[in-house]
């Protein structure tokens, strides 16, 4: 273990720094072994609902979980064909050809963000600039299909609308696509960190199952436009909501996360 902290520091075992780092690390891993000795999981999770910093930091997690999955970003996805249609592309080929564009787009961006933008800029500025990207293509993709839904005669709004897509792909990967996994995994004390990263990948697969399951029913009862409207004010609500709460975690060390 001491080998692989002093290559990932770029260093050697020998270097002061990484001893110190790996005797915090060690500590902690022993504090643990002896803290969860007879613990159970009632008691965690009474300590979890009890302690009020345990408690903060497992409702911003579970916050994140559900901003995520409610700005649309599942539904969006698995419905991705459709929308490209209702945007204005005429045909299913060509829908699915700009679907796999999407897909592109979302790979990319991921990509970008996970091994460099999260690391050089920040967890909060990258998710409140995702936030805000989202938050714009839902306003403009709002507004499009109540007024120009599919339609050919003003190419310039479809074409804009089509654009918003890709704003908006861009926006969820660098921002709420990945960043909430990242608070889940750094946040917590390594005494609950089990049972809430646990409880908040839970929360995350019952959502997006209801995500997925709702979208088009959302997009009949609400006439498209209508679901537009709510992704943005749960856009809207997470950006005033996280960007208040949510603290910088990088460069943060879990051992000193507290």
Known sequence: ALLALARLRGSDSS????????????????????????????????????????????????????????????????????????????????ALISSGAYGIVKLVFTMV?????????????????????QLSAHIYMAVYMKYQPGSGDNKSASDAAIASVFIYAVGWSIGLCTVQYLYGTEVFPTRIRSVSYASSMALHWFFQFAVVRVTPNMFVS????????????VCGFGFVILGLWAPETKGVPMERMG
């Open 222 to 233: 609400l006439d498209v436009w209508g679901a537009y409207i709510f992704w943005a004010l």
């Open 113 to 133: 963000f996970a091994w460099g933008l999260i690391d050089i800029i920040g967890r909060r500025r990258c998710f409140l600039a995702g936030l805000g990207l």
């Open 15 to 94: 270097d002061s720094a990484v001893q110190e780092e790996f005797e915090q690390i060690e500590s902690q891993r022993r504090a643990k072994a002896a803290d969860l000795a007879g613990t159970s999981l009632v008691q965690i999770i009474k300590e979890i609902a009890t302690v009020p910093t345990y408690r903060s930091r497992f409702l911003l997690v579970m916050t994140m979980q559900t901003v995520a999955q409610w700005t649309g970003g599942n539904g969006i996805t698995y419905y991705i064909p459709e929308i490209f249609e209702y945007a204005g592309i005429v045909g299913k080929d060509s």
